[in-house]
C-alpha cells in the first residue's frame, strides 16, 4: 500500500518524539520523503511540535538545503570551491545544463531536475565533486556528465547508478600519531577509568554529577592530562582544550553536554570527514572521555548535509560501541558512568561550524552566532553548560587518555603540542591528507605533496591567511600561522584575483545576516570584486574595499564577518598586480554598466552581434 | 565611587547589570541605535552602537558596564564607520525619504541626519519586495524593513503572538508573518499589538493615518534625534535587564 504524505510526515514525526529541538531531522527526513517542504507540511510540523508556524518556517529559510518550493526530482548541486574551479567545473556545469536544457539554479520545465552550484562539499582532492539530491558523487568528467544527464532524462534512480561514482577516496598521503594510532575500541577509556581507585569511583558518579567535582581524583585525573598535554582546538580558534572542559565541568548545574562539531564547511577542509571515515571509534571515545571528565550524559555529533552519506556508517559504530558496552549506562561496568552520542545532520550553512551558531542549530532554530558573554561552557545547549570541539580535537583527546599528556606534549613544538591533519588540494601530484607535527614549514608540505611552480597557498580556507612564496619557510603552528587544517595550492598558471573573487563570493552566499556590516558588507565586496573583475574597476574600487573590510572587521557580530575580508586583503597586498592589471585607466568609472544593462535585450532578441553591444557603438 | 567609567572623557556612572550603551543614555550620552529599544533585551545587530571599550571595537548594547573602563563613542573614526552603516542600510532595501509617510518619525533617517549622511554612497541593491496590504487596518512595507526583530521581539515577548519571525539567510534575509498564506490578514494581529508600533522605520504602518501630522512637524523635524536621548533612556529597573 502506497503511504500518504501525511503517513510519511507521521513517522518522521513520531521517530523525533514530536521534539522541536530535533527540527532538523524533521525537515531534513520530511523532505527526503516529500520531495520539498510546502507550506501545508510546515503548518503540519509546527502544530505538531507546538511552535510558532513562523518559526519554523525561519529554521526551513535559512539553511541551503531545505526548499520551500519544488527544485525537482533530482537536484544536481556542483561543489563551487575554487578547487573545483581550477579542475573544470563551470564548464561541466554548463555542458551538463545543455544536456538538460535547464539554467543554472532553475527547475526544468517539467520538474524533473534543477542544477546549480553550493558551498565546497569537502571534496577538494578529488573533484570537480557534486551532490545529487545530497549524495556526494566526486571525479566528475565531461564523460561522467554525459552518463549523469542520459540517467537523469531516463529518470533511473539514484540508487541504482553506477556506485563508482560515490565513491570516496582517503587519499591519506602521510599519518603520524593520529592516523597510524592502532588503538582498540575501549582503549583510551579503560585507560581513562585506570586514573582513578576502585574506593573513589562511587564517590565520584555522585560528585561530578552535583557539580562539585574539583576534589574527585578520577575525572579531574583525565582532566589534568588533557591540561598537561596543552591539546589546543582543532577547529582554527586554537583555544586551550584542558580550560574548556575545565569550566564547563565547573559552572553551575546539573546536566551537561558534549558536542563535536563536524560541521567542515570551511572551503578546502576535508580532515574530518576522512578522521569520521578511518577513526570515527577514536573520535567517540575523545567524546566519551569529555563527558567522563566533564560529567555529561549526552553527546552530539553536528556533522555537515554535505557528509550525508556518512551518516549510516557513524550510526553503526555507535551500535556497535553500545553494544561493546562503550556508551550507554555504566559504561565498562562503571556505575553512573552514562552516555549516550547522537548524531544530528546539518542541511548547509558554514556558519554552523561557529559553535553558538552549531548550538543554536542543534536546538532546531536558524545558525545564528549568539551573543556572548555567556559562553556554551556555561550556557550551550538548551542554555547548559557545553564543551564543544573539533572532531580531530576529539581524537587527539582520546590520544592523550591513553598515553598522558606528558607524552602528547613532547610532540610538535613547544606553544603547538601535538599533530595536525592537513587537507592538501590545489596544484599538487599527490592531493589528500597529510598528518605532521606541528611545526612543519609550508615548504616541507609542498614537497611532500610534489607542487611544483607554487605561487601561493591559502591556508586554513578563506578566512585564513594566503602566503607567498618568500614566505613559504613559516610553520604551522599557533604561533606562527594556526589552521583549522586546509591547504590550497596555487600555481603560477593561477589568477589571484579569481581565487579572491570565488572566496567573497562564498562568504555573501554563507553570510548568516545577523548583523549589518557583514549581511550587507559580503555583499558589497563581492559586487566590487565583480566591478573589477568584469573591467570596469578604479582606483576607487580598491579604496572602496579597504574602507567595507575596516567597517566589517570593527563592527561585525562574530568571526565569519571579521574574516570575509581577509582573502581580498592578503591578495591586494600579496599580488596586487592582478588587481591592477584589470583595472581601467581612470579614476573614476560609472557603477552602472550600460552594456550590460543591454543584457536582457539582448538575450530576448536571440542577438548578441557586435552592434547590439554599446561599446562597440562608442 | 567605583562603579563609574568613562565614554570621551566623561564619567559615567552605571549600577551593576547595566550595558554600556544603557548606562551611556541614563547619563544623557547619546548613542546611535537601531534594534536597540528600552523595553526589550538587548540584539546587538545593527551595530550602530559599536564604540571601542578599553581600544578595542565592542557592540555596546550587549557590553556590560564595568567599572574603569575607557569608552570612545563620539569620535571621527567611529562615526564613519556608523555613516558607513547606515548607507549599507539605505542600499540593502529600498528607502525613498521624500515619499515615506515615515519621513520625520523615521529612526534610519534621522540618524542619517544626525550622522552627516550625505548619499548612499554605495551602488543600490534594488530588492524586489512585495508589499502586504492584505489587513484591513496595517499595511507592511518590506521595502523599508532594516531587520531589527523589534516587531518580532515584541509580538513574542509583549503580544505572546509570534505574528513575525525571519526566513532566508543573508541578503535574502526577509521577515515573514505567522499565516501558511504569508498575508498578515491571515494572521492575528492587531492595531493594538505592541509590535504595531515598535518599528522604527516604516514597515508597520497603520493604513489612513500616514498623515495626521504634517511632515515638518514630525518628531525628527522639530529636532535632531542625536539632541532626544531622553526618548531612549532605559525605563525598567536595570538590574532585571538581562545583558
Known amino acids: 500500500m502506497p503511504k500518504s ?68 526530482r533530482y537536484r544536481v548541486l556542483w561543489s563551487d570551491n575554487i578547487t ?53 558523487v566526486t571525479r566528475m568528467t565531461q564523460e561522467r556528465v554525459t552518463q549523469m544527464a542520459e ?49 573513589e569511583s562511587a564517590a565520584n558518579a555522585r560528585s561530578w554529577r552535583e557539580g562539585v567535582g574539583a576534589a574527585a ?94 551518516l549510516d556508517p557513524l550510526k553503526s559504530v555507535l551500535t556497535a560501541r553500545h553494544d561493546a558496552g562503550l556508551l550507554g549506562a555504566n559504561i565498562l561496568g562503571r556505575r553512573g558512568f552514562d552516555f549516550d552520542i547522537e548524531v544530528h545532520l546539518g542541511a548547509g550553512a558554514y556558519v554552523c561550524g561557529e559553535e553558538s551558531a552549531l548550538i543554536e542549530s542543534l536546538e532546531g532554530k536558524r545558525g545564528i552566532p549568539r551573543n556572548r558573554p555567556p559562553y556554551p561552557v556555561t550556557a550551550g545547549f538548551l542554555g547548559k553548560p557545553t564543551v564543544v570541539n573539533n572532531v580531530e580535537t576529539f581524537a587527539a583527546a582520546a590520544l592523550i587518555a591513553a598515553k598522558g599528556g606528558d607524552w602528547y606534549r613532547g610532540i610538535g613544538t613547544t606553544k603547538s603540542a601535538g599533530t595536525k591533519l592537513l587537507s592538501v588540494s590545489g596544484d599538487v601530484e599527490r592531493p589528500g591528507i597529510y598528518e605532521y607535527p606541528f611545526g612543519v614549514t609550508v615548504a616541507e608540505v609542498l614537497a611532500d605533496a610534489r607542487a611544483t611552480e607554487t605561487q601561493a597557498v591559502q591556508i586554513s580556507g578563506p578566512s585564513g591567511i594566503c602566503v607567498a612564496d618568500n614566505e613559504f619557510g613559516r610553520r604551522i603552528a599557533f604561533e606562527d600561522i594556526p589552521t583549522a587544517g586546509a591547504f590550497m595550492v596555487f600555481d603560477r598558471s593561477r589568477d589571484m584575483f579569481e581565487v579572491a573573487r570565488n572566496f567573497a563570493q562564498f562568504f555573501a552566499h554563507e553570510s548568516c545576516g545577523f548583523c549589518t556590516p557583514c ?85 530576448m532578441t536571440g542577438r548578441d552581434d557586435l552592434a547590439a553591444h554599446l561599446e562597440n557603438a562608442e | 565611587m567605583s562603579n563609574v567609567f568613562t565614554i570621551d572623557g566623561q564619567e559615567i556612572p552605571f549600577e ?121 487596518e496595517m499595511l507592511l512595507d518590506f521595502n523599508r524593513c532594516i531587520l531589527c526583530e523589534l516587531c518580532i521581539r515584541a509580538s513574542a515577548e509583549v503580544d505572546k503572538k509570534n505574528v513575525f519571525a525571519l526566513s532566508g539567510r543573508g541578503l535574502k534575509k526577509h521577515l515573514i508573518v505567522n499565516a501558511e498564506s504569508g498575508r498578515l490578514a491571515d494572521t492575528d494581529f492587531a492595531v493594538t499589538d505592541k509590535a504595531a508600533e515598535v518599528c522604527p522605520v516604516g514597515v508597520i504602518l497603520r493604513k489612513r493615518h500616514g498623515f495626521a501630522v504634517p511632515i515638518g512637524q514630525r518628531t525628527y523635524d522639530l529636532k535632531p534625534i542625536n539632541e532626544q536621548v531622553e526618548r531612549f533612556k532605559p525605563v525598567t529597573p536595570a538590574t532585571k535587564e538581562k545583558v
Open chain 1, 217 to 310: 581524583h578520577g575525572p579531574s585525573a583525565v582532566l589534568e592530562e588533557i591540561k598537561k598535554s596543552n591539546l589546543r582546538g582543532r577547529g582554527g580558534a586554537g583555544f586551550t582544550t584542558g580550560i574548556k572542559w575545565e569550566a564547563c565541568r565547573h559552572a553551575p548545574g546539573d546536566e551537561r553536554y558534549v558536542v563535536c562539531n563536524a560541521d567542515e564547511g570551511e572551503p578546502g577542509t576535508f580532515k574530518d570527514r576522512v578522521l569520521l571515515t578511518r577513526q570515527a571509534h577514536l573520535v567517540f571515545e575523545g567524546m566519551t572521555v569529555a563527558a567522563y571528565s566533564v560529567g555529561a550524559k549526552k553527546g552530539y555529533v553536528y556533522l555537515r548535509g554535505e557528509y550525508r552519506y556518512l
Open chain 1, 519 to 603: 549581511r550587507v558588507g559580503t555583499t558589497l565586496l563581492k559586487n566590487l570584486m565583480n566591478k573589477i573583475g568584469d573591467g570596469h574597476g578604479t582606483q576607487v574600487d580598491i579604496n572602496e574595499i579597504y574602507q567595507v573590510s575596516r567597517v566589517m572587521q570593527t563592527a561585525a557580530h562574530c568571526g565569519l564577518g571579521h574574516t570575509a575580508p581577509h582573502p581580498l586583503l592578503d591578495t591586494l597586498e600579496k599580488f596586487r598586480p592582478a588587481y591592477e592589471r584589470r583595472l581601467k585607466n581612470l579614476t573614476f568609472q560609472p557603477a552602472f554598466d550600460l552594456d550590460g544593462a543591454l543584457a536582457q535585450a539582448r538575450q
Open chain 2, 16 to 136: 551593576p547589570g547595566q550595558s554600556v550603551m544603557q548606562a551611556a543614555l541614563t547619563a544623557g550620552v547619546f548613542v546611535p541605535h537601531l534594534c536597540y529599544h528600552p523595553e526589550f533585551r538587548p540584539h546587538g545587530s545593527c551595530k550602530l552602537c559599536t564604540m571601542k571599550v578599553n581600544g578595542r571595537p565592542a557592540t555596546s548594547c550587549t557590553t556590560p558596564a564595568a567599572a574603569g573602563m575607557e569608552v570612545e563613542n563620539n569620535t571621527t573614526e567611529i562615526n564613519d564607520k556608523r555613516r558607513m552603516l547606515i548607507q549599507m542600510l539605505l542600499v540593502e532595501g529600498n528607502h525613498f525619504c521624500p515619499s515615506c509617510e515615515k519621513s520625520g518619525n523615521c529612526k534610519l533617517q534621522a540618524l542619517g541626519y544626525a550622522l552627516g549622511v550625505m548619499s548612499p554612497h554605495f551602488t543600490e541593491f534594488f530588492p524586489d519586495r512585495p508589499v502586504d496590504f492584505s489587513h484591513p
Open chain 1, 151 to 199: 540517467l537523469i532524462q531516463k529518470q533511473i534512480p539514484v540508487a541504482e547508478w553506477p556506485t563508482d561514482w560515490f565513491r570516496v577516496d582517503d587519499n591519506v598521503r602521510r599519518g603520524d600519531i593520529l592516523l597510524n594510532n592502532a588503538m582498540r575500541p575501549g582503549e583510551a577509556l579503560k585507560a581513562a577509568l585506570a586514573r582513578e581507585t576502585e574506593q
Open chain 1, 5 to 72: 504524505p501525511e503517513n510519511l510526515l507521521n513517522n518522521v514525526l513520531d521517530r523525533y518524539e514530536r521534539n522541536g529541538n530535533r527540527l532538523m531531522q524533521i525537515l531534513r527526513e520530511t523532505q527526503e520523503a516529500l520531495g520539498w517542504l510546502s507550506p501545508e507540511t510546515i503548518t503540519a510540523i509546527a502544530k505538531s511540535i507546538g511552535w510558532p508556524r513562523a518559526k519554523v518556517e525561519g529554521t526551513a529559510g535559512f539553511y541551503s538545503f531545505f526548499h520551500n518550493q519544488p527544485m525537482g
Open chain 1, 84 to 136: 573545483d574551479r581550477m579542475l573544470g567545473n563551470i564548464n561541466l556545469m554548463q555542458a551538463m545544463c545543455e544536456k538538460l536544457w535547464l539554467e543554472p539554479g532553475r527547475v526544468s520545465e517539467d520538474g524533473l531536475v534543477s542544477v546549480d552550484t553550493t558551498s565546497c562539499t569537502g571534496m577538494c582532492d578529488q573533484g570537480p565533486a557534486v551532490l545529487v539530491n545530497y549524495r556526494a
